[in-house]
């Protein structure tokens, strides 16, 4: 089965940046919509950006306001969160995910999840 790995988080200070990683540990023929999800403590889940097969669409949610950039590596079948001017509400676990279906728009629905990552923004 497809499986996904988050990396890159870690603790940093307020305006710092970092860049997050969700790598397919199992090779596919072809690339699948991606997304990237946060939940912090006591929240619910919360949608951060998605991005189509080839990377010329993508999607934010509203709170990101250009601080984050999704991006995807076709060679190494893997995404990427660029995460910049963190603030300590950004603080969450960090969740890739992966539409099953060779769509060529953005995801619809998510049957892949990753174990997360997790991001510390002290103020």
């Known amino acids: 089965q497809l499986q996904l790995v988050e990396s890159g988080g870690g603790s940093v200070q307020a305006g710092d940046s970092l860049r997050l990683s969700c790598a397919v540990s199992?090779?596919?023929?072809?690339?699948?919509?991606m997304g990237w999800f946060r939940q912090a403590p006591g929240k619910e889940r919360e949608f951060v950006a998605a991005?189509?097969?080839?990377?010329?669409?993508?999607s934010y949610g509203d709170f990101v306001k250009g601080r984050f950039t999704i991006s995807r590596d076709p060679a190494k079948n893997t995404v990427y969160l660029q995460l910049n001017t963190l603030q300590p509400e950004d603080t969450a676990v960090y969740y890739c995910?992966?539409?099953?279906?060779?769509?060529?728009?953005?995801?619809?629905?998510?049957?892949?999840w990753g174990q997360g990552t997790q991001v510390t923004v002290s103020s």
């Open positions: 995910a992966a539409d099953s279906t060779i769509r060529a728009g953005l995801p619809v629905k998510y049957d892949y």
């Open positions: 199992i090779p596919t023929v072809t690339a699948l919509p």
């Open positions: 991005i189509n097969r080839n990377g010329g669409r993508t």
